[in-house]
């Protein structure tokens, strides 16, 4: 019997998108929102055209598809609890926005200056600290799940360049030695199981350094050998610390190339003013913490978010959009929020929810896709896939279930060639980094 492929493809399509889109809504066009509700609590107020609104549903009607919620142990403070997280979620969910876990393993904030374990772990040994790991980190996505708004990423930690859990699973300085690196394999293995045994969730690996090239690839270098299981990279760039464009550029260019993983900008913010609100200290305000060309203004800072949509295409989350000056709860981040001093959302908000370039200068996305041979047998090594215009990125193969079963960097090329080794016989969906899809069968 002979097969119509053409047909094939057709009756494939109308029943595959659905999942793959619903599973995989990329570009994640994302906010951390996580001090929302105390922020609400303490008399902030949100408006859209001057009409007050739910600060969630202003940035959803702006395109955003995603939060992101961090998630302390036990917090020294009210904030980023497990109940509260929970909460913000169902809000999320409620929007149809996914929800992106944050885990920090810490009863407080986690971040290369420090990376403290949570209290009721202090002085447990290494196999028990494992195990709490994941223990921990199985009972945060249940918890997601059973209430219906189970996440899409699982970042386990948060910008871990120097490790997690100090000192247990501390590196770098005097920790960069190979017993170290070892032990940090060893607590993120057990976290990637337990996001494996709980969900079907991405794993995130978080780094900061979003314009250091070399420490960007100093630490996936030094992970390289343990073969750990993840699936995407997250970095922050904030470019008041971290350096101008070319060098956000290039860590993602390099990181996309050398390791074969998406890159995810997870952290980013920008000024809109350089003024204050409130009294509080505010670590950005300063003319040379400006980039040229890219004012504190809000047209200034919608220009820099879609200048970064020009490097990334996996997503980008903006950091604490909502943080504005409450009567009752003091701001160091006003001016760089995506609402204005009185609430008022400013024009990044949309821009960060469009998720494409929409300035004149934005990058062409390859305008064809042609892959041969299609059908394709097993046993045959690869396929070839040909674009009419040089694509810089990943390309993407995902499953029925829409679950990405192999990625494969591009280097910048119109023609690539794709392994198909380890593959079962099945239907496929190949995704180029200007988002085209097309389907591969793989006959016996």
């Not at 709490?132 to 948060?158: C, D, K, M, R």
């Not at 969730?201 to 299981?229: E, K």
């Not at 200034?300 to 943080?323: M, N, T």
């Not at 674009?387 to 119109?414: D, H, K, M, S, W």
Request: with cysteine; charged share 15%.
């Amino acid at each position: 019997m002979q097969f119509n492929y053409s047909v094939l493809i057709c009756i494939l399509g109308s029943f595959l998108i659905a999942p793959f889109a619903d599973s995989q809504p990329l570009p994640l066009r994302c906010a951390d929102v996580s001090m929302l509700d105390e922020l609400e609590r303490a008399g902030a107020v949100y408006t859209s055209q001057n009409l007050v609104g739910d600060a969630l549903q202003i940035l959803q009607k702006n395109g955003l598809n995603s939060i992101r919620l961090r998630l302390f142990h036990t917090p020294t403070e009210r904030r980023d609890g497990l109940p509260h997280m929970l909460e913000l979620a169902r809000r999320g969910h409620d929007l149809n926005l996914k929800i992106i876990l944050n885990l920090h393993y810490s009863d407080t904030w986690a971040d290369p200056s420090v990376q403290q374990k949570p209290s009721a772990w202090s002085s447990l040994p290494e196999p028990a600290l494992r195990d709490s790991v994941y223990e921990h980190t199985y009972q945060a996505i249940q918890a997601l799940t059973e209430q219906g708004t189970p996440p899409i990423i699982v970042q386990t930690g948060n910008e871990i360049t120097t490790g997690m859990l100090w000192n247990t699973g501390r590196v770098g300085g005097s920790y960069n030695v190979p017993a170290q690196w070892d032990r940090l394999a060893g607590l993120l293995r057990a976290a990637a199981k337990a996001v494996r045994d709980a969900s079907s969730a991405l794993i995130m690996l978080h780094i900061d350094r979003g314009g250091d090239p070399g420490g960007a690839n100093w630490f996936f270098d030094n992970l390289a050998p343990y073969a750990l299981d993840y699936d995407l990279i997250g970095i922050s760039y904030y470019p008041f610390w971290h350096g101008p464009f070319d060098q956000f550029s290039e860590v993602v260019r390099q990181l996309e190339s050398r390791y074969a993983k998406p890159v995810m900008l997870i952290e980013t913010a920008y000024p809109w003013t350089l003024a204050w609100k409130d009294n509080t200290h505010n670590p950005v305000g300063l003319p040379e913490h400006v980039l040229p060309g890219y004012p504190a203004t809000p047209d200034g800072q919608a220009a820099f978010i879609r200048k970064l949509w020009d490097h990334v295409s996996s997503g980008i989350c903006y950091w604490a959009p909502e943080y504005i000056a409450a009567p009752s709860f003091g701001s160091h981040w006003e001016n760089l929020a995506l609402f204005n001093f009185d609430g008022e959302v400013l024009p990044g908000a949309s821009t960060l929810g469009a998720g494409i370039p929409t300035s004149s200068d934005a990058r062409p996305a390859p305008s064809q896709l042609s892959l041969f041979p299609n059908p394709a047998r097993i046993g045959k090594s690869s396929v070839n896939i040909q674009l009419v215009n040089p694509a810089c990125g990943i390309i993407e193969v995902y499953n029925q279930l829409g679950q990405r079963v192999r990625t494969q960097t591009t280097l910048c090329r119109r023609d690539i060639i794709l392994s198909l080794s380890g593959l079962p016989v099945g239907t496929y969906w190949i995704r180029t980094p200007g988002m085209q899809t097309m389907p591969l069968f793989l006959v016996p």
